[in-house]
């Protein structure tokens, strides 16, 4: 089956830690987002990448990180310095920028 | 002003009535639209795609885009509680080079038996 895989569907985090989100495709697609989502908010762009090797900042990328070593692969660590991590994260593809994009089943992160 | 407005609902109909949902824009540069159903704490689904002007139809959906009014539509025909969910609505000025999407913030749609 092709798709969006993001792991694991729920997380907690004691404040003051770094956690890292999965986020593995196998649509051979070029581009792969980062969205955060907050109650009666709209998806907000944290980072997105183009191609291998490549990532962007978007609009709230400050306190997150990203690597893009893999095709398939686009992990997200959020860290100490994100002041407000509790969210539902989601994990995007598209074959390229501003196609049709695909999206996992979301990471809840919850800091406790 | 907002990139892209959408009426957050929630929108409450009968089992079996057509559903209208829409959303307005600004830029007149958006040429590729979509309409996501996201379920509670589920990633948005992909139901439509349209480029440019027109009507899409697929099953039960149709998607219909004006863009000399900056308006874009989705209808749901013979609604089914299956149905209830959030509807997003993105946007984008192209499919290459970084063209980011804008998105909606939903409309929440509860469909009763």
């Known amino acids: 089956d092709g798709g969006i895989t993001q792991s694991p569907k729920y997380l907690f985090r004691k404040e003051g830690q770094n956690v890292t989100l999965s986020c593995e495709q196998n649509?051979?697609?070029?581009?792969m987002y980062w969205y955060r989502q907050d109650p009666g908010q709209g998806l907000r762009l944290i980072y997105y990448?183009?191609?291998?090797?490549?990532?962007q900042k978007g609009d709230i990328a400050e306190g997150y990180s990203v690597s893009r070593e893999k095709k398939e692969s686009f992990p997200l660590t959020v860290t100490s310095a994100q002041k407000n991590p509790t969210a539902f994260y989601l994990c995007?593809?598209?074959?390229?920028?501003?196609?049709?994009?695909?999206f996992g089943q979301g990471t809840r992160l919850t800091v406790v | 002003q907002k990139e892209v407005e959408q009426d957050p609902g929630p929108l409450s109909v009968p089992e079996g009535a057509i559903v209208s949902l829409n959303c307005t824009y600004s830029?007149?540069?958006?040429?590729?639209f979509m309409w996501y159903r996201q379920y509670s704490r589920k990633g948005p689904e992909l139901l439509m795609y349209?480029?440019?002007?027109g009507n899409k139809e697929d099953g039960r959906f149709t998607a219909q885009v004006d863009k000399s009014s900056k308006y874009i539509s989705l209808f749901i025909r013979d609604s089914q509680p299956s149905d209830s969910a959030t509807y997003l609505c993105?946007?984008?000025?192209?499919?290459?080079?970084?063209?980011?999407?804008?998105f909606g913030s939903g409309t929440k749609l509860n469909v009763k038996p």
């Open positions: 995007a593809s598209s074959i390229s920028t501003g196609a049709e994009a695909f």
């Open positions: 649509l051979n697609h070029d581009a």
């Open positions: 990448s183009q191609i291998v090797n490549d990532f």
């Open positions: 830029n007149s540069a958006f040429q590729y």
């Open positions: 349209t480029y440019s002007s």
């Open positions: 993105a946007m984008s000025a192209g499919a290459y080079n970084f063209n980011k999407f804008y």
